[in-house]
């Protein structure tokens, strides 16, 4: 019988704000100041929490935000800001 794998899914073990802050800062920790990859973790917050709703929080289209937290690009800081804000975290570094 065929093993059947599927791709890790971060925002699936995000269900509580502790949870949300710890997986922030150990990212942070872990980002070796890769602006881009603190981006990626905060795109998976917002994916358990809702983009729709980020949106509506922080006055960012979707499409924006899915962009600025793909991981693909390193966002503006205000936008980190407002994401961070919105999402009801801090940020410690």
Known sequence: MAIKLRKW?????LKTEDDM???LQACIE???GDAA???KA??????????AQ???DTG???ESLYKALSGDVNPSFD???KVVKALNLRLAI
């Not at 899914?9 to 073990?13: F, G, K, N, R, Y």
């Not at 905060?42 to 983009?51: Q, R």
């Open 30 to 32: 872990e980002s070796n």
């Open 79 to 81: 936008t980190v800001i």
């Open 42 to 51: 905060l795109g998976n917050i917002a994916k358990a929490k809702g983009m």
């Open 21 to 23: 802050q710890a997986y």
């Open 60 to 62: 960012l289209g979707r």
């Open 9 to 13: 899914d971060s925002a699936e073990h």
């Open 54 to 56: 980020l949106s509506r």
């Open 37 to 39: 990859f603190i981006a």
